[in-house]
């Protein structure tokens, strides 16, 4: 057994300590009692769980039992520190790197008390895991940052198709809505297009839909290719997709549906042995005063597709809005 230097022990002039046990009991930190030569005297749940053993084995113990004995002394000597001082706090507090398997970082509050259940006793400890504490703020940022992804994820599926990537009719309306009222303020040419894959029925009745998806997905992506980022593109329902081109005259429009026309007919959609080839009809309007509301605007182009659709199919109708 180590042989311990015996000190005298601590005055008994520190301010009386008025801490029901009850409350000491569930005291959320680590906090325990020790006499002069750093016996245990009682100490709470916290500190039996985190000493693993039963409060009623440590009592009487010595705190190097389950403290490295370096720190036993260190807290010792903040003790007789606090009994020598006239201030009237008698409390020190400490932070100490305790290297064992955790590599924890402890915060020690040591403060002199009078009694304790009637014993005269000298030091109360609260210990706390700094370490861990730092683990959960990590933790807790990373669940914060981690509902902050599944919520862009949310908005960004609330407002895009699955199957194709393009924005979906819901957000398209919104950006309708919103260029229109510019349109208001500001007068200037906004172009509307309407798309629709020609005998899109057959391609499911004949190769199944799964390879209905793929054309879908290849038109999808000539759309795409053909627009500006400015352009918003969506998918409106089932096999037809909406282009709005904001600040565009009539001849650009016509020259960009144009163009997507070319491409997408010149583009075969693969699934699995099947080489599949589509055409597009397009409906097209332009506007460039205040309208009632984006229905107008819509039902314009969708009636320029439709002439589109059965004067022959693959072709583009413009129709003036009035």
């Known amino acids: 057994m180590t042989k311990r230097t015996r000190r005298a022990p601590l005055a008994t002039h520190a301010p009386p300590f008025d801490l029901h046990y009850a409350f000491f009991n569930q005291f959320p930190d680590i906090a325990f009692v ?3 030569h750093a016996r245990f005297i009682d100490l709470n749940e916290e500190a039996a769980i985190e000493f693993g053993a039963q409060r009623d084995d440590l009592v009487g113990e010595s705190l190097d039992t389950v403290l490295p004995p370096k720190l036993v002394k260190r807290l010792l000597k903040f003790a007789h520190r606090l009994d020598a001082d006239d201030a009237d706090t008698h409390r020190r507090d400490f932070t100490v790197t305790l290297h064992d ?10 403060r002199l008390i009078n009694k304790w259940h009637g014993k005269t006793v000298s030091i109360f400890v609260v210990m706390q895991d700094v370490s861990a504490a730092a683990r959960l703020q990590e933790r807790l940022h990373a669940k914060h940052k981690h509902l902050r992804e599944l919520n862009e994820q949310l908005q960004d599926a609330s407002q895009h198709c699955p199957l194709t990537g393009l924005y979906n009719r819901r957000y398209f309306d919104m950006a309708l809505d919103m260029e229109l009222s510019r349109l208001a303020r500001y007068p200037e040419t906004l172009s509307l297009a309407m798309i629709d894959i ?3 029925k057959k391609v499911n009745d004949r190769y199944g839909h799964l390879a209905g998806d793929a054309v879908l997905r290849s038109v999808a992506e000539q759309l795409r290719l053909s627009t500006r980022k400015t352009d918003t593109l969506a998918r409106y329902g089932g096999e037809e997709f909406i282009l709005m081109l904001p600040h565009t005259s009539t001849t650009g ?8 026309r070319d491409r ?3 583009t075969e959609s693969h699934y699995r042995d099947f080489n599949v080839k589509v055409t597009v009809s397009i409906g ?3 506007v460039n005063a205040p309208v009632a509301s984006r229905n107008d605007v819509i039902e314009r182009a969708d009636a320029a597709l439709y002439e589109a659709k059965t004067t022959g199919k693959n072709k583009t109708v413009f129709f003036a809005f009035s």
């Open 34 to 36: 020790i006499d002069s």
């Open 284 to 286: 097209m309007t332009s």
């Open 253 to 260: 429009a016509m020259t960009v549906a144009e163009k997507i």
């Open 101 to 110: 398997k955790r590599q924890s970082s402890r915060h020690f509050r040591v």
């Open 264 to 266: 997408v007919a010149r």
């Open 198 to 200: 020609d005998d899109f």
